[in-house]
């Protein structure tokens, strides 16, 4: 079977393989570093991002951890219970649900955080310094400017249909 993409577009498509590759071991890795505490990488996210600031709503944490959001409600209500966040109507529209780390979920986080490092540090000290460092500029010149990004995407693909 011959593959038909253009070599630029392979290279891409290739890059992108990888990228998804590298992503699930990330995953992998940092989640054979909770387990032994008893935690999940969707709740440390889910504590984690909480805890950079801001009050989302249930849709946008969702969106923040790349979670489906019927999933996020029945994790949200699980945290709930064991008192790691709260949920509160948001005062200025009531159809949305505020959602807050509580103290208790900043201490899990603050455990968790060693570990969380100790697996990404695992996979990617397979690379020097060095070319951590240079690996870390290509993907910020990647995601710099998404949002730009995004509003131009559809632009380019009418385009692209024309």
Known sequence: MTDRTPSGQQGAYQLACLLKK???RIATSIRAELEPIGLS?????IIK???SGGDPNQLQLA????LEPAALSR???ELELQKL???RRDPGDKRRVLITVAPAGAALLVRAQPRIHAGVDAL???LSRAEQGQLCRLLEKLTDDEEEVSRAAPARAAGARR
């Open 75 to 77: 994790l949200l209500a």
């Open 85 to 87: 966040v709260t949920r």
């Open 63 to 66: 969106q923040d951890i790349e």
């Open 41 to 45: 990488w969707p709740v440390v996210q």
């Open 49 to 51: 991002r909480l805890s």
């Open 124 to 126: 990617f000290s397979r």
């Open 22 to 24: 590298v992503r699930r």
